[in-house]
């Protein structure tokens, strides 16, 4: 059915899946922030037990699900085609002036997915189906989510990958917000520049910001 | 000035062509490309082969024919030429000099440098145009236009059909073309009328003759000799998505369009 869709609706589905997808890494990013409070890791279980119980959440994850596939295999289909337009290379190729990482969205995006399906089976998968140790907070029993990510980051070449995944991811989103905001088009002389900003204070904001937890677990 | 060039030589549209390296010596660094080109060419004839075939006409960067892919560049190093505005001068003593032909699917080479782009026509049959006669010459303020649009529109116009766009493109896309055309039409009470089903006939060709996708990488507007910017890109888009969503629905090839 994709197939059928214009290059242009190829695009815009692309365009609104990203940025559903750049909501919901602020929204993780803030929570898998708590885990650095000096607290016992209290906060963070507390945010991580919201997120798996609350109807709202369980549903929207359904929608994020369908974003992720949308965006990956409309992802691909398209840059399938783009490879199908120039059957011949040039010989020599590359030199015009465009933006860096533009040209690498399905590289990045690959390296994204691969380590990904790493990501969901250490943790997601575990938090989902897998036996949890519970701790005590304000009476009450809950999953010490926290105590899980805590182990996994003691391990250097576990870190490494991780960092070197968001660093990939950085890369990724340095091209994102603002190539979203073309692809829908909204472009504006005096707003443009600042979503190109914006775009790369994003890409260093959220890949800055996960990769501090790793490091961070590891070093204390 | 002494030169090594390496020219991509095919002899039809059906063989499989290949480079093939070439010397040209006392280039005067104040010819232009195309006259380097002509010497060469000369100087092949009187040895009796075949000269290098490319496209060539107004030479002064008006009609777009001149379509070469010089050292990873479509027309060459300079930005906003074509490559009759080049000037060997851009170029040093003993330089190695790739000349390719565009290369895209819907652009076939017909001969060495020589591309067919027959495609960028036909995406301006499926609706480049108003379908109405537009009558003579109305009084020059009956209707009232805001300098603005007058000025983005003769931006966009100034599009010269050459394809640089498409050659420098990493995904061969005619995002650039076809928004300048769709822009300097949308951008006009005349061409307003249309809007919908111009947007939707020209993208629905484009995308049928097998041009790539948009990546927004910025690639077409840095070689477009016309300097068209791609925030016609986000206009054509924009057109795009409200025909889809707002108007009737279009039937293509319906009629008129
Ligand atoms: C959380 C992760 C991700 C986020 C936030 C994200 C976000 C985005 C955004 C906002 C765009 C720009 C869309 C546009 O230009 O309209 C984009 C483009 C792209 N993404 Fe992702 N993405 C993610 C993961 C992935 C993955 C896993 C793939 C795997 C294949 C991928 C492949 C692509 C490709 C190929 C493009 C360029 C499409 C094109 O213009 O040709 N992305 N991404
Ligand atoms: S948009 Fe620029 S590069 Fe593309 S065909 Fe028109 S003049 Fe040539
Ligand atoms: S020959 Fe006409 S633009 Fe170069």
Redesign the interface.
Known sequence: MALKY???????IMALAGLFLISFLIVHLSINLLILKNDNREAFNLAAHFMVTNPLIQTFQWVLFGGFILHILIGIL?QI??W????????????????FF??F?IHTGIVILALLALHLVNFFFKAKFGEIPSVMINGEHYEDMGILVIEKFRSLPFVLIYVFWLIFLGFHLD?AF??AL??????H?KY?PVAFGLSRVLAILIAGGFILIPVLVYIS | MDLTL?IWRQKNASSKGK?VTYKVNDISPNSSFLEMMDILNESLVVKGEDPVAFDHDCREGICGACSL?I????HGPDAAITTCQLHMRRFKDGDTI?I?PW????FPVLRDLIVDRTSFDKIIQAGGYISVNTGGIPDANAIPIPKINADLSMDAASCIGCGACVA?C????A?LFVSAKVSQFALLPQGKVEAAERVQAM??E??RL??????????CE??CPKEIS??N?????????CS?IGAPKVKIGAGGF
């Open positions: 214009s290059s242009i609706t190829k695009k815009v398209l085609q783009n199908l337009a120039r059957p011949k290379r040039y010989k020599v190729e590359g030199y015009s002036h465009t933006s533009s040209k969205m091209h603002h190539s073309q692809s829908l088009g909204l472009n002389s443009t | 390496k480079f892919y050292n990873g560049r479509p790739v390719e290369r895209a699917r819907p420098a990493k995904n061969a896309s995002m993208v629905a484009m995308d097998g041009f790539g996708n948009c990546t927004n990488t910025g690639a840095a070689e791609i925030t890109i986000a206009r054509m888009n924009r057109e795009f998505l889809k």
